[in-house]
């Protein structure tokens, strides 16, 4: 069956460390995989994609990664603040659908501490 | 602020009702998308239409049905309520119907009692 799955665990940092999040997918074949975040009570905001033939990419503090050997993509946040904490989303196009229509991973909730 | 809008924002009723959710895109945005979120459960996609035509179908109820307006805006109406119905109601939108980016509104709490 096809999944896409996060950690579903929330992940506690340090302020100032890298928070790496990861999303694994199963039996798709993602045209791009793509970000958002969520604060609680919120709508989740789109803050990266990544297509099938890009192997990285960067936004500010943001980096993502996409191996789809791996059927991987992993998010990092350096140099974390505690405004990082948030329920992070990855999101991915089936390579079949010919819609907009992304399939969303649960989140993983990420609490930065001071 | 996305520049999406939906209403109400919080919707209270009973199982065995009928309840409408509305949903105004960005200026512009020719396709909407609507999806349920649960904690269970996650962003669920429920349909998608793109300039007033039904585009694509998720796992969307039979008592769950969805229209987009000549104007644009869309409603989503649920029938015949049940209590796990209970969930965020979100609204996106994009430009076109293959866009790559969502954007999505504040939602409408549906709980019902």
């Known amino acids: 069956s096809q999944k896409i799955e996060q950690n579903s665990e929330a992940l506690n940092i340090q302020e100032g460390k890298t928070a790496t999040l990861t999303c694994n997918y199963t039996n798709y074949s993602p045209a791009y995989l793509q970000w958002y975040r969520q604060d609680p009570g919120r709508g989740p905001v789109f803050l990266l994609l990544?297509?099938?033939?890009?192997k990285e990419k960067r936004k500010e503090r943001l980096k993502v990664t996409f191996d789809t050997t791996l059927k991987q993509s992993l998010f990092h946040i350096t140099a974390s603040q505690p405004a990082d904490s948030a329920t992070y989303l990855c999101?991915?196009?089936?390579?079949?659908?010919?819609?907009?229509?992304?399939?969303f991973g649960q989140g993983t909730t990420l609490q930065v501490k001071p | 602020d996305s520049g999406v809008t939906q209403t109400p924002k919080h919707l209270i009723t009973a199982t065995g009702q009928r309840v409408t959710l509305r949903c105004s895109p960005r200026s512009g945005d020719l396709s909407v998308y609507w999806y349920q979120q649960s904690l269970d459960q996650g962003l669920q996609f429920l349909i998608h239409?793109?300039?007033?035509?039904?585009?694509a179908k998720g796992n969307i109820l039979e008592r769950f049905s969805a229209q987009q307006f000549p104007d644009l805006h869309s409603e989503l109406n649920l029938s015949s309520l049940e209590l796990g119905d209970s969930a965020l109601y979100f609204c996106?939108?994009?430009?076109?119907?293959?866009?790559?980016?969502?954007?999505f509104g504040s939602g409408t709490q549906l709980s019902v009692l």
């Open positions: 999101a991915l196009r089936p390579g079949s659908s010919n819609t907009g229509k992304l399939i």
């Open positions: 239409y793109y300039n007033g035509e039904e585009r």
């Open positions: 990544i297509r099938e033939n890009e």
């Open positions: 996106a939108s994009s430009v076109r119907q293959g866009d790559e980016k969502l954007f």
